[in-house]
C-alpha cells in the first residue's frame, strides 16, 4: 500500500500529546477528512473513537500505542513510519448494528466495533427474553446483562464476562451473559455472523436496562435488535509482525 496524505489524531494523554507534536514536526500532513491515511496515537479507546468518527469513509487507521492496553495498536517508534505504512497489513471488520427502542417509545441506532452490552440499571436483576432469527431460544433469562460481541471485541468485555475468544475470520458472533442467574447453567452461545438477535426487556419498568454499542449507551430500552453489518467495512492496519489474528489467538494461550 501506499499513501501520500497522513492526518495524525492523538489521545489527550502527555504520551500521545507528546508523540503528536513529535510525528507532525517530521512527516508532512493533512486534516483527518483530507486523508487516505489516519495514524491514531494513543491506546485502544482512541482506536475506536477513531473508526467511528470514520465509519462511512473506510480510511485505513493506523495505530500506534501511547496508552495503556493497545490490543488495536502497532508499537509506537517514530522512525521509518512510512516504510511501516507501506508494507503493513490489512485487517477489514464489520460493525454491529445497534437497534434500540426505549420506554418511551424513542429509537436509537449505533455501531460497536467491539460488542453491544446490555446491563442492569438498579439492584434488581434484568429479566430478557432472547430470539434469534425470529426464533425464541430463552424465554426468560435473569442476570447481570448480556452482550454480543465481534471477533475484534471478543478479548475485551467478552472475555471478562468469561466469554470465549473468537478467531478473527471465524464468521461467528459469540452471545455471553453476564452473571447469569437463571438459567444457571447457560454459558452463552456462538452464532453465525448474519444472525439476527433480538433482546426484549421484559419488567422493564420494574427492572429499567441499558444497551451499550461501544461508546453510545440508550438508558431504559425496552427491545434491542443487533447484527452485524457487512455493508460497512472498517480497515485497520499492522505491522506484519503485529498482525491482529495472531494477537487474538495468543490470547488463548496466556497462562497467569
Known amino acids: 500500500m501506499s499513501f501520500s496524505r497522513i492526518a ?16 507532525q514536526a517530521r512527516y508532512p500532513h493533512v486534516n483527518e477528512r483530507e486523508a487516505d ?7 485502544d479507546g482512541l482506536m475506536l473513537e477513531a473508526l ?11 495505530g500506534m500505542n501511547r496508552g495503556t492496553v493497545g490490543f488495536l495498536m502497532n508499537q ?16 477489514k471488520l464489520n460493525p454491529l448494528r445497534m437497534r434500540t427502542k426505549a420506554v418511551n417509545g424513542a429509537t436509537v441506532e449505533a455501531y ?26 430463552i424465554p426468560e433469562l435473569i442476570c447481570d446483562g448480556l452482550l454480543l460481541s465481534t471477533p475484534a471485541g471478543s478479548t475485551a468485555y467478552n472475555l471478562s464476562a468469561h466469554g470465549p475468544i473468537l478467531p478473527l475470520n471465524a464468521g461467528i458472533l ?22 439476527k438477535v433480538e433482546i426484549e426487556i421484559l419488567e422493564h419498568d420494574k427492572r429499567p436496562v441499558s444497551a451499550v454499542a461501544d461508546m453510545t449507551e440508550v ?35 496466556m497462562v497467569e
Open 8 to 23: 495524525f489524531v492523538a489521545a489527550r494523554g502527555e504520551a500521545a500529546q507528546a508523540a503528536l507534536a513529535d510525528l
Open 37 to 43: 491515511v489516519i495514524v491514531a496515537l494513543g491506546g
Open 52 to 62: 467511528h468518527h470514520n465509519m462511512t469513509r473506510n480510511v485505513p487507521i493506523y
Open 76 to 91: 509506537y517508534r517514530a522512525d521509518g513510519l512510512i516504510e511501516r505504512l507501506e508494507g503493513a497489513s490489512a485487517v
Open 112 to 137: 460497536a466495533i467491539n460488542e453491544v452490552s446490555l446491563l442492569r440499571e438498579t439492584r434488581q436483576a434484568a429479566k430478557l427474553k432472547i430470539t434469534i432469527d425470529g426464533i425464541e431460544r
Open 174 to 195: 459469540a452471545l455471553t451473559p453476564i452473571s447469569a442467574f437463571r438459567p444457571r447453567r447457560w454459558r452463552g452461545a456462538l452464532l453465525d455472523r448474519t444472525a
Open 219 to 253: 438508558r431504559d430500552v425496552s427491545k434491542v435488535k443487533i447484527r452485524s453489518d457487512r455493508k460497512v467495512s472498517l480497515t485497520l492496519l499492522f505491522d506484519p509482525d503485529q498482525h491482529l489474528s495472531e494477537r487474538i489467538l495468543k490470547e488463548q494461550f
